[in-house]
């Protein structure tokens, strides 16, 4: 059984950084593609970005430039670096893993979710 463990949220001013992590444990991390996605109340889940199995790596528009996805292999983690943050940043981010070397921007192809880590920027 696949388990993604999100940590790293929190309370942060507008203009300021938080990373995300999440490890996965339970399966052969480097064959999975790798999302972050985001929902804020009353909204959908989104995708924000993503990172393929060879390292390719995908973002939402309104994330483009500010944001920055990693994984370590060797450690069987994925990172979401957030800078310059802005007040819709608000929501639970959660990770999301799916077999094979694609990213999709979709939720329902992903097989596996963390359970999700508040972020709350402040104006």
């Known amino acids: 059984q696949v388990q993604l463990v999100e940590s790293g949220g929190g309370l942060v001013q507008a203009g300021g950084s938080l990373r995300l992590s999440c490890a996965v444990s339970?399966?052969?991390?480097?064959?999975?593609?790798m999302g972050w996605f985001r929902q804020a109340p009353g909204k959908e889940r989104e995708f924000v970005a993503g990172?393929?199995?060879?390292?390719?790596?995908y973002y939402a528009d309104s994330v483009k430039g500010r944001f920055t996805i990693s994984r370590d292999n060797a450690k069987n983690t994925v990172s979401l670096q957030m800078n310059r943050l802005k007040p819709e940043d608000t929501a639970v981010y959660y990770c999301a893993a799916v077999r094979g070397n694609y990213v999709y921007s979709q939720t329902s192809p992903y097989d596996y979710w963390g359970q999700g880590t508040q972020v709350t920027v402040s104006s």
């Open positions: 339970g399966g052969t991390f480097r064959i999975y593609a």
């Open positions: 990172i393929s199995a060879s390292l390719s790596s």
